[in-house]
């Protein structure tokens, strides 16, 4: 990776978005849609923005929490938003919030939100460093604050509990 490729990026070069909609196959015995189907767009979305900012591979090594709000039902089109909140030398954490759209009412609803880590790695599959996140908006400041917040009580719980990451 090349000096240039470390230019600060702000959140908004890397968001990114997936949408799909929701057929029969993919609903359990409720009519409800499968969560391994959501998490399953939930890391492609995060993964485009993880990629996006660190300019090359990235890979999924955490999800910090996944919150199932309402269930999904088929027939509704979801739409899974990505969006780097916090980066650190190698690592890139991503908020994805999920609305399914019923197409029919045009009703919206926020079913679903989720954090994922993503380290950034090298031809050799070894941990790389990425460019700097370039905060712009108070949201932005906000996002980041947490996420760095986040990250602390991560690490103090895994030295508190003996455990290597």
Known sequence: MTKTDLRPRTPEESEATVSELMMPHQVNNLGHVFGGEILSMVDRAAAVAALRHARGPAVTVSIDRVDFKEPIFAGELVTCRARVNYVGRTSIEVSVDVVAENLMSGVKRDTNSCLLTFVAIDQNHRPT???PLKLETPED???HREAQRR?????QLDRELGEQP
């Open 151 to 155: 990250r602390e009580v991560r690490e």
């Open 141 to 143: 400041q906000r996002r």
């Open 129 to 131: 460093p990425v460019a």
